[in-house]
């Protein structure tokens, strides 16, 4: 049976892993996407594993319903917390997961100094641990969490007063530290470049993990010869109010599309 005319699921726990399929409509234009964002329950990042785990496998169980053949989990702070535990739940689905960009970060660095901006649950996590303890060997990492920063650009707050406060927060003691490259990890913060390479001035490099993603779905298809060429559909689903997420994707976006609302029935199962 082909899957290349399958969907290929996307999901965060909101607006953030638009900054992940924006990369993947750039590479693979001719592939449909379905894309989840739970506004229902977001922010993630305070929330516990648990939780986490349980409304990660209820939207990958509605993702499989609608027929996708890959799940790219489009969230650092889901593919944290959730990422093993969904693959262990679905042993013979492929998913994609967020890893912050330690590793291009370390690689680079001239000064040795390396900003991380990333949720409590994506620094509480064994994954970030991981990546810290490979490949962060002789640098030095500045982490903050930039509490309220997900929910500004929920709203679609790119650049006002708050979101400015909360990035000059984070930003200027790591810049008294004399990094020279910030981690985005966060799918998020890519919406908020501008303003963020505008606080660090463009000596400053700026990660952003997306573009790497979307490759590796790339890859991923074409090794499974599932590649579609009649595609290019997306379809915006939402947990929360689909007229407010029609307005953030043309904020975000550009675009002037639909979305969908679906309701929970309960942590682990959205309704048909
Ligand atoms: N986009 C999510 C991430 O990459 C944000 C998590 C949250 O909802 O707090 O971690």
Known sequence: ???????????????GGLSVLREMRALMPREDIIYFGDQGHVPYGP??????QDFSEGITNYLLAQNSKIIVVACNTASAAALKHLRETFPNVQFVGMEPAVKPAAEKTQTGKVGVLATPATFQGALYASVVERF????????????GLVQQIEMGNLHGDETRRILENALHPMLEKNIDTVVLGCTHY?????????????????????????????????????????GGRVR????????????????????????ESVMWKSDREIAA
């Open 1 to 15: 049976m082909s899957f290349s005319n399958h969907p290929i699921g996307v999901f965060d726990s909101g607006v």
């Open 47 to 52: 929330r516990s594993m648990k939780q986490i």
């Open 136 to 147: 962060a060997n002789g640098v030095e990492l500045f982490q903050n969490t930039c509490s």
């Open 190 to 230: 890519p919406f908020v470049i501008p303003l963020i390479q505008k606080i660090v001035g463009e000596k400053v490099r700026v990660i952003d993990p997306a573009p790497a993603v979307a490759r590796q779905v790339k890859r991923l298809i074409e090794a499974g010869g599932a590649e579609n060429q009649n």
């Open 236 to 259: 915006f689903i939402t947990s929360g109010e689909a007229d407010s997420v029609q307005r953030i994707l043309s904020t975000l976006l550009g675009i002037d599309s639909e979305a």
